[in-house]
């Protein structure tokens, strides 16, 4: 396994050695977020429900240094394109491809009422070790690295929940993914060994002590490599059922439905509908039932919890591609006491709860069995709910 303190500085290392090559001085500082990984809730955070994401020990890391004039000019390990735009020009109108994140945060910060015209420019440099598209949030730890910059170098003093709310904002808006407030929250509030558990009607959040480590269990994480976009297609037509099932019921949000609803919502919405409503309304279930079973009795109590998530997610919300449920299976039959689909779906990646000293077998299983179906090689390895976002120098 990776040495995470060693990752941790040498990251830090490179990138205020990057921003020094971009931008030819010394950041001021080096900021970083993490990715996340959702131990269970998915699809629920915009219909007010529960999530139960943790933070993960991939980061993405911001080096920013404050400039003399109010230009902000961006630049990324991701990408060889630099953008440089000026501070007051900065909005969802005028932002594109993947600088849409970090400058979104900006223009965002403005609409939650900071005032951009009294604030200096920044350079800000981008290095991440997330993966891009596999389902574990790079876009959340770009911006909440970067809020998370632009909060202590401007001196706003902002709350994390509102840095979550600034974060959100810049997903919808500036990039124009109508995503929830979990992976910022997950990103901005996460502890060690710990998840963060969120209301995301009250967005009222706890800290869920995990008891990975005690149990020694691992989240092995399985990225399938098929890739997926937020911004069209699937997603977006998720959450219109959602909307047309909430409709349907005459309630606010499928927050406000209980499991006993169920039998009397068949009738109210067709068959598909139905489907999505069902999904979402015992998934809402299972994240109270996983947080009182690692409070009760510990994380070797919620494997089945995650294996009902995701049955729910393949065929009632069908989300799931042929990838990630082979990814599932597999998991299972090699030893892992529960697996799921994590993210929004239409590929990205599976976790697998497994005991440590089965991690090993359930690579092994898995990488064959995606040869054996003519998948693609998915990428397996482990992830260590960690810290959420922070300065590191
Ligand atoms: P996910 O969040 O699951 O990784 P998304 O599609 O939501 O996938 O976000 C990925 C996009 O975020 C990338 O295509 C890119 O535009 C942007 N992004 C993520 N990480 C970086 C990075 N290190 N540098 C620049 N842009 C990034
Ligand atoms: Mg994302």
Redesign the pocket.
């Known amino acids: 396994m990776t040495n995470t303190s060693n990752t941790t500085s040498d990251a830090v290392t490179a990138a205020s050695a990057a921003f020094e090559a971009e931008f030819g001085r010394a950041a001021d500082g080096v900021w970083s977020a993490p990715?996340r990984v959702n131990l269970i809730g998915e699809h629920t955070d915009y219909n007010e429900g529960f999530v139960l994401p943790f933070a993960i020990d991939r980061r993405?890391w911001a080096a920013l240094g404050l400039r003399q004039d109010a230009r902000a000019r961006v630049t990324?390990?991701?990408?060889p394109e630099h953008v440089e735009i000026e501070l007051r020009d900065v909005s969802p109108e005028s932002l594109d491809?993947?600088?849409?994140?970090?400058l979104g945060i900006a223009w965002a910060l403005g609409e939650n009422g900071v005032d951009l015209d009294s604030k200096p420019g920044f350079d800000v440099h981008?290095?991440?070790d997330?993966?891009?598209?596999?389902?574990?949030?790079?876009?959340?730890?770009?911006e909440c690295a970067v809020a998370v910059a632009l909060d202590d170098s401007w001196q706003l003093g902002l709350d994390r929940p509102t840095l979550a709310k600034v974060g959100q904002l810049a997903?919808n808006k500036a990039?124009g993914?109508p995503?929830g407030i979990m992976?910022q929250s997950a990103s901005l509030l996460g502890r060690r060994d710990s998840a963060v558990f969120l209301d995301c009607r009250t967005l009222r959040s706890d800290v869920i002590d995990l008891g990975f480590a005690a149990a020694d269990l691992q989240i092995v994480v399985i990225d399938t490599k098929v890739s997926?976009?937020?911004?069209t297609g699937g997603y977006a037509a998720r959450r219109a059922s959602c909307e047309a099932g909430a409709a349907a019921l005459g309630v606010e949000s499928l927050r406000d439905v209980a499991v006993d609803d169920l039998d009397r919502a068949r009738g109210l919405m067709d068959d598909e509908t139905f489907r999505r409503v069902r999904h979402v309304v015992t998934e809402n279930a299972r994240v109270l039932a996983t947080v009182r079973a690692l409070r009760e009795s510990g994380p070797l109590a919620i494997g089945e919890l995650l294996d009902e998530s995701h049955v729910s997610m393949r065929d009632d919300f069908e989300i799931s591609v042929p990838e990630l449920d082979l990814a599932v299976v597999t998991a299972r039959e090699a030893g892992a006491i529960g697996a799921r689909m994590t993210?929004?779906g239409f590929g990205?990646a599976a976790i697998a709860l497994t005991p440590s000293h089965l991690v090993g077998a359930v690579t092994a299983r898995v990488t064959d069995a995606f040869a054996a179906a003519g998948f693609t090689a998915p990428e397996v390895f482990v992830v260590t709910p960690s810290d959420g976002a922070k300065r590191e120098l």
Not at 97 to 102: E, V
Not at 130 to 141: M, Y
């Open positions: 990715g993405t990324s390990t991701f990408s491809s993947w600088s849409a994140y970090p981008i290095h991440s997330v993966p891009v598209g596999a389902g574990l949030s790079s876009s959340a730890a770009i997903e990039v993914a995503t992976d997926h976009s937020h911004a993210g929004g990205g």
